[in-house]
């Protein structure tokens, strides 16, 4: 990730996709009380969910389109921070924004505002950088627009307050038959 844009805004050439009122995703290390070091280069991005049912998402443009039923790769390294102090919305006390989450990754069609689920992580437990390859094979049509999306472990009855982080995204490659 590039360091281009400060802690508070989403990376540069991606746009905060996440819930209007809340606090766009961080680029860290250094804020919150993250601190651990970057896998690749000198910084990265965290997002979070939040006990108030929100989360943080970012997306961008993609210099192609994803096609219907074709097959795409990409990876990125994740990993979880044993520290993200913030305040807690339900409570407004200061809390570690700690708890494990998934990453998801959706297709847009930004014509047509159709949007489809590509990818989802297993909960995002490690504190370790872990590489994730992800295989996209859009089903429902094609897409422009790419999201990376923190979200909320499934079968969790209650939201809380987690974290992923991410670094070292690479470029979408199409994979042949």
Known sequence: MNREAISGEAPVHWVDMGEEFESPPDIQPGSFSVRKPALHGNYYVGMVVRDN???????QTLSGKLLKD???SFSAALARS????????LTGQQ????????????????????SELLAETTPVQHTDWKNYRFELQPQMGDYDYLQLKVFFVVGTNTAYNGN?????????IQETP
Not at 82 to 89: A, K, M, N, P, T
Not at 95 to 114: E, H, K, M, P, W
């Open 70 to 72: 074709s097959l795409y």
């Open 95 to 114: 809390t570690s924004f700690s708890d494990a989450c998934v990453l998801q990754v959706i297709g847009i069609n930004t014509q047509n505002r159709q």
């Open 53 to 59: 049912n929100t989360f943080e998402s970012i997306g």
């Open 82 to 89: 044993d520290l993200y102090i913030s305040l807690s919305r």
């Open 164 to 172: 992923i982080l991410i670094d070292n995204l690479s470029p979408i």
